[in-house]
């Protein structure tokens, strides 16, 4: 018990006792001690109701001195409610310090709840993406900011992947969306302008296109020059070798040109709109055959399990298969072997090349795709290997939202596998038996 509770119960019963006392000097002690009762009550009572007032008033001053119990619940109330004061206070600028932090990045910041709606943003949301703090809450962010990749990123709650969209309130300008998991059950949408990313990537893309396109008519001059002197029989027979090196020389840089303009094409092409319903088992074919030809490589087969038919360009599919089998074949020897495969499942199709060639190590896999990267760079020379075949089947295969798988092993093959997802596909209704019952 405290001091305050202490006093205030010996008060009581001296107030009480007096009472008594005073009413035994008149003979009456049992009304003595209840009219000290009724007083005591009635004290108290206004105590009471002062403290209510006080409570409701939130003025706490006629109860700043004494050291009853009332004085010191008094103290004590105020003391809390000061210190509550004081707390809300600092977390009033704690609040402002944060809301100020996250208003000066750069990066626009969206929390959404579970459900995809806007519970706050900063302020670079709303100058990137057009968001309003106020007018927004509550509303789905796929509603406002409308790409069907943000929406697929936000519904498939990938928080490794990123989509570029084009900003809603800029014209021209490119935003980088990522989503990151944040508190409960709720997400941070991240917004990074990458226009000046995205104009750097166009400059570099349109330099090689129009370097490439510039430098096409001028080798088609000197080509012709060099075929003349080819078939002209009066040169001088010491001329004949550096004609035909230069005539070899000029072919391979027609082709370096002619990959780089396909290559750029590619790039600035977004995803294949063709609906072309490519029929994959005979174009492994046609190309197997266009490399029937060829002495001294290695055998082709082709392993076919499914009759399901790809959604895309007949034409870009064409070159990913050439080029694949064209790199097996050239890093294959002559008594290995070489399987083309196609075959689908409820997860899509896979388009497989595989070799028992010399392989490739471990640490030049990630690489392989990038342009101009060759393994054995003197090699690559030799054989004609330019290093822009992968990069090329990349972009088609990206084009037409597929992926190309590596696995490889230095000595004992690779194996090349694209594979398309299920909506790339379509996959043939099995023909009625006739004459059924
Ligand atoms: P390249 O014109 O040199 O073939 P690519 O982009 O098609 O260019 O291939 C890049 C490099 O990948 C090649 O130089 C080669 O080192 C390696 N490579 C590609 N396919 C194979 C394969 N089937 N077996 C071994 N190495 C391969």
């Known amino acids: ?261 396909e290559l750029s094409r590619l790039e600035s092409a977004g995803p294949s709109k063709s609906e072309e319903s490519v029929d994959v088992p005979a174009l492994l074919e046609s190309s197997r055959q266009a490399f029937a030809g060829h002495r001294n490589v290695a055998s082709v087969s082709i392993d076919v399990n499914s009759t399901a038919e790809l959604r895309g360009n007949r034409a870009e599919i064409e070159t990913v298969i050439v080029n694949l089998i064209s790199n097996a074949i050239r890093h294959t020897p002559a008594d290995g072997e070489i399987t083309l495969s196609w075959s689908s499942g409820p997860d899509g199709a896979d388009l497989v090349v595989a070799d028992t060639g010399e392989g490739i190590d471990f640490e030049h896999i990630p690489r392989l795709t990038e342009r101009f990267f060759r393994v054995d760079k003197g090699r690559g020379r030799e054989d004609g290997g330019i290093g822009l075949g992968l990069a090329i089947v990349k972009h088609v295969l990206a084009r037409h939202d597929a992926v190309l798988i590596i696995t490889s092993e230095a000595g004992a093959g690779s194996v090349f596998r694209c594979h398309f997802p299920a909506d790339r596909v379509a996959v043939e209704p099995p023909i009625p038996l006739a004459g059924g019952r």
């Open 1 to 261: 018990m405290s001091d305050g509770a202490r006093k205030f119960l010996v008060g009581l019963v001296l107030f009480l006792a007096a009472g008594a006392g005073i009413g035994w000097l008149y003979g009456h002690i049992a009304w003595g001690m209840l009219v000290a009762s009724l007083i005591a009550v009635v004290w108290q009572a206004q105590r009471l109701f002062s403290f209510e007032r006080a409570l409701r008033t939130g003025n706490f001053e006629t109860f700043r001195v004494g050291d009853g119990i009332w004085e010191q619940i008094f103290s004590r109330f105020r003391f809390e409610s000061e210190r509550a004061a004081r707390r809300k206070k600092n977390y009033g600028l704690l609040l402002r310090e944060i809301r100020k932090s996250t208003n000066a990045m750069p990066d626009g910041a969206v929390i959404l709840d579970g459900n995809n709606d806007i519970i706050a943003c900063n302020r670079a949301a709303k100058q990137l993406a057009g968001l309003k703090r106020k007018k927004d809450r509550g509303q789905r962010v796929d509603n406002i900011l409308r790409d069907p990749e943000l929406t697929r990123l936000l519904q498939a709650d990938d928080y490794k992947s990123t989509v570029e969209i084009m900003s809603p309130v800029i014209d021209g300008e490119w935003l980088n969306c990522r989503v990151v998991p944040y508190g409960v059950d709720q997400k941070l949408l991240l917004l990074r302008d990458i226009t000046e990313r995205i104009r750097l990537s166009k400059m570099r893309r349109d330099f090689v296109a129009n370097a490439s396109h510039e430098l096409r008519s001028p080798l088609t001059v000197i080509s012709g020059y060099l075929d003349s002197l080819a078939d002209d029989d009066s040169i001088p027979s010491a001329w004949e070798k550096p004609v035909a090196q230069m005539r070899g020389q000029a072919a391979r840089m027609r082709q370096i040109l002619s990959e780089l303009l």
